[in-house]
């Protein structure tokens, strides 16, 4: 079946380090690809997402690459900041009723 | 933004008892409410899908006279745990898609203890 996997954290970068959180799909068709992002406390906001192979999601300084031949959509940031520091997941859908997700990587961003 | 909401955040029962738990979008209209479920360092699992007005479409492996799922109007869903056991102890999700949009709102979650 489909299945979406994430590296396993916490990442733990200092302030102005280069971000990057890999994803990898397992998937029977050509799903959207997602990045979701849980800061404390809140609920889970769509940070970025990419519909179909080459393109490229980006917001807030993420970008993310929909790559059809290695099966990724490594989420990567130049320069984090402290309050970045949140849960990212990574997560596919066929169409957007339903979403597979990865397990979700914690960042942590100190000073 | 879409704002849903969830209540209560955290709730703690006995077993064999039930827990209703809430699920609101707070300025639009959601036709369709997802529920998740989240065990710690685990995926999010869609345990079912909602639409107003109509029955609960529920994921392979969940119990639907466990879990009951109400979406009676197209501000609110609710799901009820029933007869709570200890291994219902996790943490619930829920999100919200309204018509004109293809993106799911999530709320904050709800943090079911069982003991």
């Known amino acids: 079946g489909d299945s979406v996997t994430q590296m396993e954290g916490p990442v733990t970068l200092s302030e102005e380090a280069f971000l990057t959180i890999n994803c990898t799909y397992t998937?029977?068709?050509?799903?959207?690809l997602f990045w979701y992002v849980q800061y404390p406390g809140e609920g889970l906001q769509l940070l970025l997402k990419?519909?179909?192979?080459?393109d490229k999601g980006s917001n807030k300084g993420f970008e993310a690459t929909y790559r059809k031949e290695t099966t990724s959509f490594h989420l990567e940031k130049g320069s984090v900041q402290v309050s970045d520091s949140a849960v990212y997941f990574c997560?596919?859908?066929?169409?957007?009723?339903?979403?597979?997700f990865g397990t979700g990587t914690r960042l942590q961003v100190f000073p | 933004g879409a704002v849903v909401s969830q209540h209560p955040s955290r709730v703690i029962c006995k077993s064999g008892t039930s827990v209703k738990i809430e699920c609101r979008s707070l300025?639009?209209?959601?036709?369709?409410m997802f529920w998740y479920r989240q065990f710690p360092k685990q995926s999010l699992m869609l345990m079912a899908t909602?639409?107003?007005?109509?029955?609960?479409?529920?994921e392979q492996g969940v119990e639907k006279d466990k879990f009951l799922i109400n979406h009676a109007s197209l501000t609110l869903s609710t799901l009820t745990v029933t007869s709570a056991h200890p291994e219902d102890s996790s943490f619930y999700i829920c999100?919200?898609?309204?018509?004109?949009?293809?993106?799911?709102?999530f709320g904050p979650g709800t943090r079911l203890t069982v003991l």
């Open positions: 997560a596919l859908s066929y169409n957007t009723d339903k979403l597979i």
């Open positions: 998937a029977t068709g050509y799903p959207s």
């Open positions: 999100s919200a898609s309204g018509v004109n949009t293809d993106t799911q709102y």
């Open positions: 909602s639409n107003e007005g109509s029955k609960a479409t529920y």
């Open positions: 300025d639009f209209q959601a036709t369709t």
């Open positions: 990419a519909t179909k192979a080459d």
